[in-house]
């Protein structure tokens, strides 16, 4: 069984039962995540082309919630020794409750060291506001799913610039529909098409 395949495949029962002897194998949980990588790039693709559809993409996530679950406690290990990089502020965007993206870019800033803060979905721009107050990241990653979410991030970024808050903090956006172009319409720093970009972005701004 390969199992970048398995995960392509939806195949929950393979994966789970891969995952296990894998780690009793003592292999290097991040081995396995450049694995889950490469099928979550497949699962993406698919979904581009037409190929795969939501239902496809909400198991491909629940799929990937249980393989987090059973690395966490070890991914933690591999990375404890390192000191935290920097704060991450992450939420989807008010209208859209879409999390999978989310999620995923969640998982592999935590696993590469940030200290991140995951507002969840449909967050209003009160709330990234108040977080941005209390929590002071370096930067934000506003995810949004569907085309309604422009518009959403406009305004989240709009209202942090009226707060005075534009200037403290770097802003990325991400999610299905997003592309380049939209950096420029909503007014953010920069748009990461996958969780590894955003891991780049935030590495990145927190050395420069």
Do not use: C
């Amino acid at each position: 069984m390969d199992f970048v395949n398995e995960i392509v495949e939806l195949n929950e029962n393979n994966v789970n039962e891969l995952v296990k002897k894998r780690l009793e194998n003592n292999e290097n949980p991040l081995k396995i995540m450049d694995d889950v990588k490469k099928a979550m790039k497949i699962i993406g693709d698919k979904f581009s082309n037409k190929e795969y559809f939501l239902p496809e993409l909400i198991m491909s996530g629940e799929i990937l919630r249980q393989i987090f679950e059973a690395l966490g406690p070890k991914l933690k290990d591999a990375q404890s020794t390192e000191k935290k990089k920097g704060k991450v502020l992450l939420g989807t965007v008010a209208g859209d409750i879409h999390d999978i993206g989310k999620d995923v870019v969640k998982f592999m800033l935590d696993v590469n060291g940030f200290d991140v803060l995951d507002l969840g979905v449909d967050v209003p721009h009160e709330k990234f506001i108040e977080s941005l107050k209390e929590f002071k990241p370096k930067v934000l990653a506003l995810s949004g799913f569907l085309t309604l979410a422009f518009d959403s991030m406009k305004e989240i970024i709009q209202k942090i610039n009226e707060a005075g808050l534009r200037d403290k903090v770097k802003i990325m956006i991400g999610g299905g529909t997003l592309d380049e172009r939209i950096v420029e319409y909503v007014d953010a720093d920069a748009y990461g098409d996958s969780a590894v970009e955003a891991v780049n972005l935030a590495t990145k701004w927190m050395e420069g």
